[in-house]
């Protein structure tokens, strides 16, 4: 194991020893000593830093199922360190943050500390994996951690209610994603994504290349809350805010916009990666900052806050693949798209990390986050009111905040796409700076509801649960931080170019790199007046217009049908589907074996089939079957007399003793085919089938054949039929045609080397399948421990149903 495999699994390894510290060390909080795992993880990461600015990469590899090709390969380029600075750098202050936020006393912070640790590897570990597989599970294990971070206050019905709603949407993609990789695997002959990238030639041609791009965009958009997988986002806001400080602006949101650049190399050729990344993002860029204005709670707004942000960078990571098709090698005019998404990630990440933690403080310090009961709340909370001022302008996208400069850049990159002659966009490329400028003027619009609401106006404190009053100095430390970085981004927007961004687009963007070309990263406050400037004074006016005339128009949203509604379309779904199952399962589990049976032989005969029939393997040869003596033909005849005489038995009995007959008669085949062996085994199970069959059925209770009618023995008779036909019709074939080697040959080869054995068939069982055997063993044990348990229950006075 590597260092930088160490560094991945650190943090889930110490979660094995929070609740020990949690319990031993009560008067401490737990969160003292959680801080140090995400301060020396981002201390590690720190130092690659040189490296990826000088475009090198970082490889270590960990053997896990080398038979398969999974293993775990780390890969750390531009990319991958600035997620990882990320979720280790958000990651330290949410910790130091939940330190003031959960009470000690009242909260149980050992569970709390395992799931957020649990979580800091899985998504380390997404952003740090070069093998797909790998990269799959660390993708679920933020789904799982997730859900349990959200459902932190389990006793809550919204909690519970929200964490299945995060964790049936994002495994839904999750699973998408990995029948893309089972597709893009399968294509390329290989699951690192290095390698698939390197034979990217061979594979974009195929027709089910285009089908692996849909899936990882799903697992994509599901991941990132893109419409209409947004749904789940606004209720996992019933987290702790801590958690959604984390999950919901640096990381798991983030993790569907890292799969759509990481995978831009491979997919972002095609068109239709085009279409889909940059109409899904911008419409939900426009649909997130629509809805955000009708919400009261805090973190309601900047839970379509967020939505309506990752749909800008997702659309700005989809316009950018523009510049695979058009300049890739001149003036880099395209590139700018991905340039912004990146640093508006990082803009992002740092606006919007303050502003949840600013409502968390509101939220603990007056008892609501209801922006209806807020208000006057700036004199009282003057610390907070100034994180809520910068974060909120910077989201807004006013100078001369970082939020500025990448709005900017934003518009220069859905102007340049708009206008080129991509795709057939000029006919309708107008709608992408249509919908940028209406979600632009909503996002300013909401941004000034949150201060203005929040901080200014009259104050109710008749209706706050709680006095309120200004956060400890701990709590205001890191959204203080979060803001400072807001400020310094914006009043120097090249220090972060050539450190994180220029090293991050060039891992988004290698052909523009391997074709010669140079991306340039440079970012200036004033750009002159270009039409992105007089977009700006075009949000900025409309916005204040449509802030201060809100109440006239706020009630348009009433007029929108519940019915209509993502969430109650949700809602019923899982309302329709609970019932059918229910219907389904009302039905099929009748409780009693024979219906399960026919369930069973009744899949298998079709299964069967089907596959002789789409293989085209119903065919037949004579000339492999040896001759056929005359008492082969009697025993035949005692086989299936005995057999067909159990459908007319009147009594168990007699059914058991024909039943024994059947194995009896195979057991002779066996001795007469020199498999004495086989015989003597087969001897044993029916001698103690038959006599448990005997024990059994001497206590079941007894069942009427009456009850049984015709159309129920018909049935029988005819699964039984299809299922002796079909078992006939595949050793026919089987031993008709020869597709591949037999297996036979491998034994014979082996027997003496292997196991030193001279008897093939005890060599087979007890060896080759040693371990078949001793199963087979152990479920007859276990079948007979049951049967004895039932007897005695009985016997006992036990209530037999």
């Known amino acids: 194991?590597?260092?930088?495999?160490?560094?991945?699994?650190?943090?889930?390894?110490?979660?094995?020893f929070i609740p020990l510290l949690a319990k031993r060390l009560p008067n401490i909080h737990t969160g003292w000593f959680v801080l140090v795992v995400p301060v020396l993880l981002v201390s590690y990461f720190s130092h690659f830093l040189p490296g990826t600015m000088s475009g090198e990469t970082f490889t270590a590899r960990m053997p896990w199922i080398p038979s398969?090709?999974?293993?775990?390969?780390?890969?750390?380029?531009?990319?991958?360190?600035?997620?990882?600075?990320?979720?280790?750098?958000?990651?330290?202050?949410?910790?130091?943050?939940?330190?003031?936020?959960?009470?000690?006393?009242?909260?149980?912070?050992?569970?709390?500390?395992?799931?957020?640790?649990?979580?800091?590897?899985?998504?380390?570990?997404?952003?740090?994996s070069d093998n797909m597989i790998v990269l799959y599970l660390f993708w679920e294990l933020t789904s799982i951690s997730s859900f349990l971070l959200i459902a932190y206050w389990y006793e809550r019905e919204r909690s519970r209610y929200g964490a299945q709603k995060s964790m049936l949407i994002t495994v839904f993609g999750g699973l998408?994603?990995?029948?893309?990789?089972?597709?893009?695997?399968?294509?390329?002959?290989?699951?690192?994504?290095?390698?698939?990238?390197?034979?990217?030639?061979?594979?974009?041609?195929?027709?089910?290349?285009?089908?692996?791009?849909?899936?990882?965009?799903?697992?994509?958009?599901?991941?990132?809350?893109?419409?209409?997988?947004?749904?789940?986002?606004?209720?996992?806001?019933?987290?702790?805010?801590?958690?959604?400080?984390?999950?919901?602006?640096?990381?798991?949101?983030?993790?569907?916009?890292?799969?759509?650049?990481?995978?831009?190399?491979?997919?972002?050729?095609?068109?239709?990666?085009?279409?889909?990344?940059?109409?899904?993002?911008?419409?939900?860029?426009?649909?997130?900052?629509?809805?955000?204005?009708?919400?009261?709670?805090?973190?309601?707004?900047?839970?379509?806050?967020?939505?309506?942000?990752?749909?800008?960078?997702?659309?700005?990571?989809?316009?950018?693949?523009?510049?695979?098709?058009?300049?890739?090698?001149?003036?880099?005019?395209?590139?700018?798209?991905?340039?912004?998404?990146?640093f508006h990630l990082i803009n992002h990440a740092t606006f919007k990390g303050s502003l949840f933690m600013m409502a968390g403080i509101v939220d603990h310090e007056t008892g609501t986050r209801d922006i209806r009961k807020l208000g006057g709340l700036a004199q009282l909370m003057p610390i907070s009111m100034t994180i809520a001022m910068i974060g909120t302008l910077s989201m807004a996208g006013i100078p001369p905040?970082?939020?500025?400069?990448?709005?900017?850049?934003?518009?220069?990159?859905?102007?340049?796409?708009?206008?080129?002659?991509?795709?057939?966009?000029?006919?309708y490329g107008w709608i992408i700076p249509v919908l940028a400028v209406v979600g632009s003027i909503f996002t300013f619009v909401y941004s000034i509801l949150i201060v203005r609401r929040t901080f200014f106006g009259k104050r109710q404190d008749d209706k706050l649960p709680k006095t309120p009053h200004e956060a400890p100095i701990g709590m205001l430390i890191p959204p203080l931080v979060l803001v400072s970085l807001v400020v310094i981004i914006g009043l120097f927007p090249n220090i972060l170019s050539d450190t994180l961004i220029r090293p991050a687009v060039e891992a988004i963007l290698p052909q523009v790199v391997d074709a010669g070309g140079k991306i340039d990263v440079h970012i200036t406050?004033?750009?002159?007046?270009?039409?992105?400037?007089?977009?700006?004074?075009?949000?900025?006016?409309?916005?204040?217009?449509?802030?201060?005339?809100?109440?006239?128009?706020?009630?348009?949203?009433?007029?929108?049908?519940?019915?209509?509604?993502?969430?109650?379309?949700?809602?019923?779904?899982?309302?329709?589907?609970?019932?059918?199952?229910?219907?389904?399962?009302?039905?099929?589990?009748?409780?009693y074996m024979r219906s399960y049976l026919i369930y069973i032989f009744g899949f298998i005969v079709i299964l069967i089939l089907t596959a002789l029939y789409g293989f085209d393997a119903f065919r037949f040869a004579v000339d492999p079957i040896s001759s056929i003596h005359a008492y082969e033909i009697i025993l035949a005849l005692v086989l299936v007399s005995s057999a067909l005489s159990i459908t007319f038995a009147r009594s168990r009995l007699t059914s058991i003793i024909l039943l024994g007959v059947t194995g009896y008669t195979v057991a002779l085949f066996f001795v007469l085919f020199r498999a004495p062996d086989l015989a003597l085994t087969q001897l044993v199970i029916e001698t103690v089938s038959v006599a448990l069959f005997l024990l059994v059925f001497y206590h079941l209770p007894e069942i009427s054949r009456k009850?049984?009618?015709?159309?129920f023995k018909l049935g029988n008779a005819l699964i039984s039929a299809l299922v002796g036909l079909t078992v006939t019709l595949v050793a026919l074939a089987s031993l008709s045609q020869r597709s591949f080697t037999s297996i036979a040959k491998y034994y014979i080869d082996n027997v003496a080397d292997l196991a030193a054995g001279g008897n093939m068939v005890n060599v087979i069982l007890v060896d080759f399948r040693g371990f078949d055997t001793l199963f087979e063993i152990a479920v007859l044990a276990l079948a007979g421990i049951g049967i004895y348990t039932m007897i005695k229950f009985r016997q006992t006075g036990g209530i037999d149903k």
């Open 1 to 16: 194991m590597s260092v930088m495999h160490g560094a991945i699994l650190l943090p889930i390894l110490i979660s094995l």
């Open 68 to 128: 398969l090709g999974i293993d775990f390969v780390t890969y750390l380029d531009g990319l991958g360190l600035l997620f990882a600075l990320l979720i280790t750098g958000i990651g330290s202050l949410v910790v130091l943050y939940s330190i003031f936020y959960l009470d000690a006393k009242k909260e149980s912070l050992g569970t709390f500390y395992v799931y957020l640790l649990m979580f800091m590897t899985a998504m380390l570990g997404v952003v740090l």
């Open 176 to 342: 998408a994603m990995l029948g893309g990789i089972a597709i893009l695997s399968t294509l390329s002959g290989s699951l690192s994504i290095r390698e698939t990238y390197a034979s990217l030639e061979s594979i974009q041609g195929e027709p089910f290349f285009t089908v692996a791009l849909v899936l990882f965009l799903l697992a994509a958009f599901t991941k990132s809350a893109q419409f209409p997988f947004h749904i789940w986002l606004p209720d996992a806001m019933e987290a702790p805010t801590p958690v959604s400080a984390y999950l919901h602006s640096a990381t798991m949101v983030k993790a569907g916009l890292y799969l759509v650049a990481r995978f831009s190399p491979i997919f972002a050729d095609e068109s239709l990666w085009f279409y889909l990344v940059s109409s899904v993002g911008i419409f939900t860029l426009f649909w997130g900052s629509l809805n955000a204005v009708k919400q009261h709670d805090l973190k309601g707004i900047l839970a379509y806050s967020t939505i309506s942000q990752l749909g800008l960078i997702m659309s700005l990571l989809g316009l950018g693949a523009a510049a695979l098709h058009v300049d890739a090698l001149d003036d880099g005019l395209y590139t700018i798209a991905t340039v912004a998404a990146i």
């Open 401 to 427: 905040f970082n939020g500025f400069l990448s709005k900017e850049m934003f518009l220069t990159g859905v102007l340049e796409v708009a206008g080129s002659d991509l795709f057939h966009l000029p006919s």
């Open 525 to 591: 406050m004033w750009h002159g007046f270009q039409p992105e400037f007089f977009l700006t004074l075009l949000i900025f006016t409309v916005g204040f217009i449509l802030y201060k005339t809100l109440p006239r128009w706020q009630s348009l949203y009433n007029r929108m049908p519940r019915a209509v509604s993502l969430n109650h379309q949700y809602d019923a779904l899982l309302r329709r589907g609970e019932q059918t199952s229910t219907k389904i399962h009302d039905t099929v589990m009748t409780g």
């Open 707 to 711: 009850e049984e009618r015709i159309p």
